[in-house]
Antibody, heavy 126, light 111 residues
Framework: QVQLVESGGGVVQPGRSLRLSCAAS????????MHWVRQAPGKGLEWLAVIWYDGSDKYYADSVKGRLTISRDNSNNTLYLQMNSLRAEDTAVYYC???????????????????WGQGTLLTVSS | QSALTQPASVSGSPGQSITISCTGT?????????VSWYQQHPGKAPKLMIYEVSNRPSGVSNRFSGSKSGNTASLTISGLQADDEADYYCASYTRSSTLYVFGIGTKVTVL
């Protein structure tokens, strides 16, 4: 069955960097567009970034552009999110999610997020 | 890019139908059929309930249906059940530079 397992969260001081991981199994990872979405405590969902199935293109929400980098290792079925210059407002549960349409590019990667991981909590605090 | 507008809460009795609205603009909801709906129970990951305005993924009950008119999308839950009590988020592709925007979320309470 499809599994997405995030890891790498924890407590980090403001200004530091951190890399989150999302281990995928049960589906053809190299054929799947992947997203990161976060949810601050008690708040709604916020889309962060998308990467095409082959890593050829990446896009980011305006709010995180320049500080976050999405990447993937298709040989190890793993998605990453590098986060730099962390701020208190980055405190959230971070989810990885798989695009519904296989081998998607462009707008089709936003057809729906079919599978989600359980999330990893990042707390940015001194 | 502002979040899509949803009512903060909607409630209904078991067996009733409820509808949640999601209002955007011509740059998002009104301009594309890439509107999705997600259900989220407390402490759990979101679950895709509707994609591309009105399509249900495999395994999602046909009690859930979606539609769109102009800049407003809607999710209808018929035959309300206790397990439907959750937060519901709409989302849409947007031509703004942010690309994808969620609604603020609606808490559904089963009375």
């Amino acid at each position: 069955q499809v599994q997405l397992v995030e890891s790498g969260g924890g407590v980090v001081q403001p200004g530091r960097s951190l890399r989150l991981s999302c281990a995928a199994s049960g589906f053809t990872f190299r054929g799947s567009g992947m997203h990161w979405v976060r949810q601050a405590p008690g708040k709604g969902l916020e889309w962060l970034a998308v990467i095409w199935y082959d890593g050829s293109d990446k896009y980011y929400a305006d709010s995180v552009k320049g500080r976050l980098t999405i990447s993937r290792d298709n040989s190890n079925n793993t998605l990453y999110l590098q986060m730099n210059s962390l701020r208190a407002e980055d405190t959230a549960v971070y989810y990885c999610a798989r695009a519904r349409i296989g081998y998607c590019t462009g707008v089709t990667c936003f057809s729906g997020f079919e599978y989600w991981g359980q999330g990893t909590l990042l707390t940015v605090s001194s | 890019q502002s979040a899509l507008t949803q009512p903060a809460s909607v409630s209904g009795s078991p067996g009733q139908s409820i509808t949640i609205s999601c209002t955007g603009t011509s740059s998002d909801v009104g301009g594309y059929n890439y509107v999705s709906w997600y259900q989220q129970h407390p402490g759990k990951a979101p679950k895709l309930m509707i994609y591309e305005v009105s399509n249900r993924p495999s395994g999602v009950s046909n009690r859930f249906s979606g539609s769109k008119s102009g800049n407003t999308a809607s999710l209808t839950i018929s035959g309300l059940q206790a397990d439907d009590e959750a937060d519901y988020y709409c989302a849409s592709y947007t031509r703004s530079s942010t690309l994808y925007v969620f609604g603020i979320g609606t808490k559904v309470t089963v009375l």
